[in-house]
T-cell receptor
Framework: AQSVTQLDSQVPVFEEAPVELRCNYS??????LFWYVQYPNQGLQLLLK??????LVESINGFEAEFNKSQTSFHLRKPSVHISDTAEYFC???????????FGSGTKLNVKP | NAGVTQTPKFQVLKTGQSMTLQCAQD?????MSWYRQDPGMGLRLIHY???????DQGEVPNGYNVSRSTTEDFPLRLLSAAPSQTSVYFC????????????FGPGTRLTVL
């Protein structure tokens, strides 16, 4: 069985401050890992993903996430956030060779001026 | 190129009524899926399809039916709506369910009274 845990339901942060959104997963098989972002009143968009290779993956808008197999984590970080980063962020896993996809409960990032 | 479209955007039903949520994509993706989004629970997979004529159940399939007669369309049917089905519904499509980007529609907000 697979599960995804996002411990922080809300993260308030001031503009230009660093932020980390935590994601832990459990799985009986190897998984692919994803972060999706949902801006208000929109559908989800892929932010970044880890399939293989370097454990550090980056997005085009400055976010990065590191796959840590021993801690079964895939935390999302940004060194300096902007007001426009205000959104809900979802961690997700897809088990190898299964047509399944599991999302975490989401973390609402609220960037204040 | 419209991507993934969903209709209607909003719907209010009475308990016991039936309706169909429409989803269409113009990217020639084989994989399509339906999710429901509830506060504090993230997105949960209802049903998915790996190609025309092939569908399978996700995490929360009870109370929902799907069919896939064409590559483009993947409607979701509620045969007898219940208040527990009040939610926001998202349709998504992708080239590969496990590893590729899922493209989400704008969502349908359904209220069952």
């Amino acid at each position: 069985a697979q599960s995804v845990t996002q411990l922080d339901s809300q993260v308030p942060v001031f503009e230009e401050a660093p932020v980390e959104l935590r994601c832990n997963y459990s799985s009986s098989v190897s998984v692919y890992l994803f972060w999706y972002v949902q801006y208000p009143n929109q559908g989800l968009q892929l932010l970044l993903k880890y399939l293989s290779g370097s454990t550090l993956v980056e997005s085009i808008n400055g976010f990065e996430a590191e796959f840590n197999k021993s801690q079964t984590s895939f935390h999302l970080r940004k060194p300096s956030v902007h007001i426009s980063d205000t959104a809900e962020y979802f961690c997700a896993v897809s088990p190898y060779n299964f047509n399944k996809f599991y999302f975490g409960s989401g973390t609402k990032l609220n960037v204040k001026p | 190129n419209a991507g993934v479209t969903q209709t209607p955007k909003f719907q209010v039903l009475k308990t016991g009524q039936s309706m169909t949520l429409q989803c269409a994509q113009d990217m020639n993706h084989e994989y399509m899926s339906w999710y429901r989004q509830d506060p504090g629970m993230g997105l949960r997979l209802i049903h998915y399809s790996v190609g025309a004529g092939i569908t399978d159940q996700g995490e929360v399939p009870n109370g929902y039916n799907v069919s896939r007669s064409t590559t483009e369309d993947f409607p979701l049917r509620l045969l007898s709506a219940a208040p527990s089905q009040t939610s926001v519904y998202f349709c998504a499509s992708t080239v590969d369910f496990s590893t590729d980007t899922q493209y989400f529609g704008p969502g349908t907000r359904l209220t069952v009274l």
